[in-house]
């Protein structure tokens, strides 16, 4: 979201009525590109690399419960926290994240790449995706990847994403302010590896078939 102070530079404020058109991810910044003097705003969606569905799932044995791959922000932790705090097994990869007293809430400190990314996500039973709110982020990459990889992806909420699967059936949708609710829906699906496996399977085939990747 480039409307955001930390995402710009004035260099780049300063330019943006010199281009013929600007591509955004971010719907919502069409009001700030248009105040800014923007010529022409095209919107496109995220998606995930195609070769993604090249992968073969069930070649990974699933070792983890559930997993979050991505950076530390304070609300993040807090959400895992209470899942971990009320008996939900995690792991965590990703950047300055500090320690956890929880024991069931593994801080692994190290981000994820490429293959290491593929196994930890696909040897997942849970994988979980936030919405990186200090961007006001309506999805993420993790959005397409997570079901890509045949991978149950249980996800905050958002309009957009819940346009893109169906929830309970290709994804997993929870409202990060009903924490009650969203365990108590982590603790009912984990019991039934087969619906993770086929929410999982059906997430893909979405992926496929409404061609949320790209080349």
């Known amino acids: 979201n480039m409307e955001k102070r930390h995402n710009n530079s004035s260099y780049f404020l300063r330019s943006i009525p010199l281009f013929d058109y600007i591509i955004t991810i971010n719907g919502y910044s069409e009001h700030f590109y248009e105040k800014m003097g923007v010529k022409k705003l095209i919107k496109i969606e995220r998606g995930h690399d195609k070769s993604l569905l090249t992968v073969e799932p069930s070649k990974y044995v699933k070792k983890s419960d559930a997993v979050f791959i991505g ?64 961007n006001n982020d309506s999805s993420t990459g993790r959005t397409f990847e997570i079901p890509a990889l045949g991978a149950c992806m249980f996800s905050q909420y958002s309009d957009d994403q819940a346009s893109f699967f169906k929830d309970m059936e290709e994804a997993i949708f929870f409202d990060a302010n009903n924490l009650h609710t969203a365990l108590t829906t982590l603790k009912s699906v984990l019991k039934d590896k087969d619906k993770l496996l086929n929410i999982g399977r059906r997430g893909r085939l979405r992926c496929i078939e409404s061609r949320y990747y790209y080349e």
């Open 71 to 134: 950076s530390f922000e304070k609300r993040r932790f807090d959400v895992l926290k209470y899942f971990a705090a009320n008996g939900i097994d995690i792991e965590v990869f990703g950047n300055n994240w500090p320690m956890s007293s929880i024991k069931r809430l593994k801080i692994r400190g190290r981000p994820l790449y490429g293959e290491d990314f593929i196994k930890k996500v696909c040897s997942s039973w849970i994988v979980f995706n936030f919405l990186r709110e200090i």
